[in-house]
Protein backbone atom coordinates (compact mmCIF):
# COMPACT_ATOMS: atom_id res chain seq x y z
CA UNK A 1 0.00 0.00 0.00
CA UNK A 2 1.50 3.52 -0.77
CA UNK A 3 2.01 5.40 2.31
CA UNK A 4 1.62 8.80 0.49
CA UNK A 5 -1.64 7.95 -0.70
CA UNK A 6 -3.23 5.71 2.22
CA UNK A 7 -2.99 5.74 6.52
CA UNK A 8 -4.58 3.55 8.75
CA UNK A 9 -5.93 4.52 12.09
CA UNK A 10 -6.99 2.19 15.18
CA UNK A 11 -10.85 2.26 16.20
CA UNK A 12 -12.30 0.37 18.92
CA UNK A 13 -14.88 -2.71 19.02
CA UNK A 14 -17.74 -0.63 19.42
CA UNK A 15 -17.18 2.18 16.52
CA UNK A 16 -15.73 -0.49 14.47
CA UNK A 17 -19.51 -2.27 14.03
CA UNK A 18 -21.38 0.60 14.23
CA UNK A 19 -19.06 1.65 11.39
CA UNK A 20 -20.28 -1.87 9.94
CA UNK A 21 -23.71 -1.08 10.48
CA UNK A 22 -23.57 2.07 8.71
CA UNK A 23 -21.99 0.74 5.54
CA UNK A 24 -24.21 -2.12 5.23
CA UNK A 25 -27.69 -0.19 5.76
CA UNK A 26 -26.79 4.18 5.56
CA UNK A 27 -26.81 3.93 1.53
CA UNK A 28 -29.01 2.58 -1.25
CA UNK A 29 -25.78 -0.35 -1.59
CA UNK A 30 -23.24 -1.96 0.70
CA UNK A 31 -20.26 0.04 0.19
CA UNK A 32 -16.94 -0.26 1.63
CA UNK A 33 -16.18 0.67 5.00
CA UNK A 34 -13.10 2.88 4.09
CA UNK A 35 -15.69 4.89 1.35
CA UNK A 36 -17.97 5.12 4.16
CA UNK A 37 -15.48 6.40 6.63
CA UNK A 38 -14.49 8.60 3.40
CA UNK A 39 -18.09 9.84 3.25
CA UNK A 40 -18.48 10.80 6.72
CA UNK A 41 -15.47 12.34 7.30
CA UNK A 42 -15.53 14.53 4.24
CA UNK A 43 -19.73 15.57 5.42
CA UNK A 44 -18.42 16.76 8.60
CA UNK A 45 -15.59 18.56 7.67
CA UNK A 46 -18.08 20.82 5.21
CA UNK A 47 -20.40 20.76 8.13
CA UNK A 48 -17.23 22.43 10.71
CA UNK A 49 -16.02 24.82 7.79
CA UNK A 50 -19.54 25.83 7.52
CA UNK A 51 -19.99 26.79 10.87
CA UNK A 52 -16.47 28.20 11.20
CA UNK A 53 -17.23 30.32 8.45
CA UNK A 54 -20.97 31.36 10.15
CA UNK A 55 -19.20 32.31 13.60
CA UNK A 56 -16.37 34.60 11.99
Do not use: C
Not at 28 to 33: A, D, K, N, T
Not at 38 to 46: M, N
Amino acid sequence: MNPDKFKSVAINIKTYRLLEELSQKKFELPISMSKTVEFLVQKGHEEYKSNANRKA
